[in-house]
C-alpha cells in the first residue's frame, strides 16, 4: 500500500514550511534515509529523509509551495500502486468586502471565482476577525504567502476615513485593476515583511523585554597577553583545521565567573531561580535571515580548540540555515560580538528565559597606565546585561571582575585545570 509521507512536527510551534527544493522526482527509486527534500522554517532549513524503500509516486508541493504541517509532501510506494491525492487545507469561505485603492493588483469583477489563497491558520483567524476576504489581498511573503501585515494593511484601508467604502453595483461590473503604490507623503519607501528569523526574534526580543527587569554593567579588560597568546598559537590550531578567534577563550572566563557566581547561570520560573549546574553557552550569530544563536553544550568539559571547532561548525551551519533545533535550545548563558563589525559598548537584550548576556566591543589599542608607568595595551569593551529580579547588581560586578581577570591573565586557565586534575 502507497505511503504518505506528511511534514512533520518539528516542534517549536512551527505550524508551516516553504518547498526549497526536492531532490528526488516523481518515478525515482529511494531508499530509507535518502534525502527527499529541503523544507524552510521560520527557525532553519531541514532536509528530510525518506522514511522508507520505494519508488516516488507523486509529488504533492512544488517548490516555493508553503506546506502547513501534517500535509502530505510525497506518496511513497511501488508502480501501480493507487496515490490518494493530498486533502486540501480548508479556505474560509469569502465574505462581501470592500477593495481598498492601492491594496490589491487583481481585477474583482461582479462573477469572478475566488484565487487560490495561501495563508496558515493563523492568518486566516485574523482575517476572519477582521472581517477581510483574503482571496482580495495582494500576498507579499514568499512563495504567495499572506502574511499578518498583507491582512492588517488592507483592513487598515478599508476602515480608514475616506477609504473607498462597499463597492457600488455599477462598479462591480466594469473590471479596475488596484495598483500597490508604495510611499508616504515624503516620497517612495520600500515595505519589507517581517517574517522568518527576524520575525521570531522580534518576538523573543519583546518577550524578553516583557519579562525582565533589564539593568546593563559595562566594564573593559585589557587583553594585552590574550592577544599575544591567540596570534601565537593561531598557526598551530590552523594546521589542525580550527580557526582559532577570542571567543572560545571568553567562553572560558565566563565559565569561570558563572561557577563562582551561578546567579547569572540561571532562570526565573514563577516564583523560584533554578541555578543552572551545567554550562550550556550560546553564541549569537550575524546571518543575513537575522540573528541566530547555537548553543554550545557542556562549554566547561571542552578544551579552547574543541570550542573553537564546534562554534565554527555551528556558525556555519546557522549561516546555511542547515542547523538542528537541538542546537538552538538548552542554553543558559549567551555571548553576542558586535566588535568584529565595529563599536564598543551597547545594551545586549537578555536571550530569555536566561538571567544574562555578555556583550562583546572592538578590541582597540589605547594608553594603559600601571605601577605609575604609561603603556599601550589591547583593551576589550564589555557589556554585561542582566535580569535584576535574579542579579543583584553587586554579584554582576563580581562577576564581570572574574572573567576580566581570566581575560587579563589567561595562564590562569592552566591553573585551573590543574585544580580540576586534583579533583
Not at 539593568?215 to 598559537?233: N, Q, S, Y
Not at 535550545?329 to 548576556?357: D, L
Amino acid at each position: 500500500m502507497a505511503y504518505q509521507f506528511k511534514f512533520p512536527d518539528i516542534g517549536e510551534g512551527i505550524v508551516e514550511g516553504i518547498v526549497v527544493g526536492w531532490k528526488v522526482k516523481e518515478g525515482d527509486r529511494v531508499k530509507t534515509d535518502q534525502d527527499l527534500v529541503d523544507v524552510e522554517t521560520e527557525k532553519a532549513i531541514f532536509t528530510l529523509p525518506s522514511p522508507r524503500e520505494g519508488v516516488i509516486l507523486k509529488i504533492h508541493f512544488k517548490e516555493g509551495d508553503t506546506v502547513p504541517v501534517g500535509q502530505p509532501l510525497v506518496t511513497i510506494g511501488e508502480p501501480g500502486e493507487k496515490v490518494v491525492e493530498a486533502m486540501p487545507v480548508k479556505a474560509v469561505p469569502p465574505t462581501p468586502s470592500p477593495i481598498p485603492a492601492g491594496v490589491s493588483k487583481e481585477v474583482m469583477a461582479g462573477a469572478r471565482p475566488p484565487k487560490k489563497v495561501l495563508a496558515t491558520p493563523a492568518i486566516r483567524k485574523l482575517a476572519r476577525e477582521l472581517k477581510v476576504d483574503l482571496s482580495r489581498i495582494e500576498s507579499t511573503g514568499k512563495g504567495g504567502r499572506i502574511t499578518e501585515t498583507d491582512v492588517r494593511t488592507f483592513a487598515k484601508a478599508v476602515s480608514a476615513p475616506g477609504g473607498p467604502g462597499v463597492l457600488k453595483a455599477e462598479e462591480k461590473e466594469a473590471p479596475v485593476v488596484k495598483e500597490v503604490k508604495k510611499y508616504d507623503m515624503y516620497g517612495y519607501v520600500t515595505r519589507i515583511p517581517l517574517k522568518g528569523v527576524k520575525k521570531v526574534t522580534a518576538k523573543r526580543i519583546r518577550t524578553a523585554l516583557d519579562n525582565a527587569a533589564h539593568v546593563t554593567h559595562h566594564d573593559e579588560a585589557d587583553v594585552t597577553h590574550l592577544v599575544e597568546i591567540r596570534e601565537r598559537h593561531k598557526e598551530y590550531a590552523t594546521k589542525r583545521g580550527v580557526k582559532l578567534t577570542y571567543i572560545p577563550f571568553v567562553i572560558k572566563a565566563v565559565i569561570e565567573g558563572l561557577k563562582d557566581h551561578p546567579y547569572l547561570n540561571a532562570t526565573l520560573e514563577d516564583e523560584e531561580i533554578v541555578l543552572k549546574k551545567y554550562f550550556n553557552i550560546g553564541v549569537a550569530v550575524d546571518t543575513p535571515d537575522g540573528i541566530i544563536v547555537p548553543v554550545v553544550k557542556g562549554a566547561d568539559q571542552k578544551t579552547i580548540l574543541e570550542l573553537a571547532r564546534e562554534i565554527e561548525a555551528l556558525a556555519r551551519k546557522a549561516l546555511e540555515r542547515k542547523i538542528d533545533l537541538a542546537d538552538l535550545q538548552g542554553g543558559s548563558f549567551t555571548i553576542t560580538n558586535i566588535g568584529m563589525i565595529g563599536g564598543t559598548y551597547f545594551t545586549p537584550i537578555i536571550n530569555y528565559p536566561e538571567a544574562a548576556i555578555l556583550g562583546l566591543g572592538r578590541i582597540t589599542e589605547r594608553p594603559v597606565v600601571k605601577n605609575g608607568n604609561i603603556n599601550i595595551g589591547k583593551i576589550l569593551p564589555l557589556s554585561l546585561s542582566y535580569d535584576h529580579r535574579v542579579v543583584d547588581g553587586a554579584d554582576a560586578a563580581r562577576f564581570m571582575n572574574t572573567v576580566k581577570e581570566h581575560l587579563e591573565d589567561p595562564d590562569l586557565f592552566l591553573v585551573e585545570l590543574g585544580r580540576q586534575t586534583e579533583h
